[in-house]
T-cell receptor
């Protein structure tokens, strides 16, 4: 999983600020998934993106959260007006797609703390 | 309601012992993955099982997918301290790759 790069590793924000989490997939992978892991909870799917397209955002909260995967550059998960309940570890996974979408390689995650 | 139930939640054993952890569901999955996660890191993929009844071996680890593709088990032979970690199972439903994770089994192997 070392090939999937996430930054920052740790992010501290005050309530009401914005958080931007970045994910660069493994070389050759064009499918990106974002998951959230709350303390003592399993990972929960948030959103699935391909280059310039959101394929499935059924796990994203309806407000304040957005994601993109532009033609150039990393995928971005953006959380506006953060609240304490947003504190969690956010993981990005990439996949070669096609017939291997279930083969996902995870980054080390971004740990968001909201004060 | 947790779609994938993992048991036991915690397991502490001595080096050299054998163990089995379980991943159960009432739902059918098109594939099931096992990951290991260490503190402060992301999950690392161990294996993917696809066919009902499939058995895969990875050194001292043996993975089995239930005949009905609703459950799976992971057996570790002669556990070592390096096996310590959180073992997660994840099931794929449909074809989009959205994985549903269990809460994991936290394994501690003492020397």
């Amino acid at each position: 999983n070392a090939g999937v790069m996430q930054n920052p590793r740790h992010l501290v924000r005050r309530r009401g600020q914005e958080a931007r989490l970045r994910c660069s997939p493994m070389k050759g992978h064009s499918h990106v998934y974002w998951y959230r892991q709350l303390p003592e909870e399993g990972l929960k799917f948030m959103v699935y993106l391909q280059k310039e397209n959101i394929i499935d955002e059924s796990g994203m909260p309806k407000e304040r959260f957005s994601a993109e995967f532009p033609k150039e550059g990393p995928s971005i998960l953006r959380i506006q007006q953060v609240v304490r309940g947003d504190s969690a570890a956010y993981f990005c996974a990439s996949s070669p797609g096609l017939l291997a979408k279930n083969i996902q390689y995870f980054g080390a995650g971004t740990r968001l703390s909201v004060l | 309601t947790q779609l994938l139930e993992q048991s036991p939640q915690f397991l502490s054993i001595q080096e050299g012992e054998n163990l089995t952890v379980y991943c159960n569901s009432s739902s059918v999955f098109s594939s099931l993955q096992w990951y290991r996660q260490e503190p402060g890191e992301g999950p690392v993929l161990l294996v993917t099982v696809v066919t009902g009844g499939e058995v895969k071996k990875l050194k001292r680890l043996t993975f089995q997918f239930g005949d009905a593709r609703k459950d799976s088990s992971l057996h570790i032979t002669a556990a070592q301290p390096g096996d310590t970690g959180l073992y997660l199972c994840a099931g794929e439903r449909g074809s989009q790759g959205n994985l549903i994770f269990g809460k994991g089994t936290k394994l501690s192997v003492k020397p």
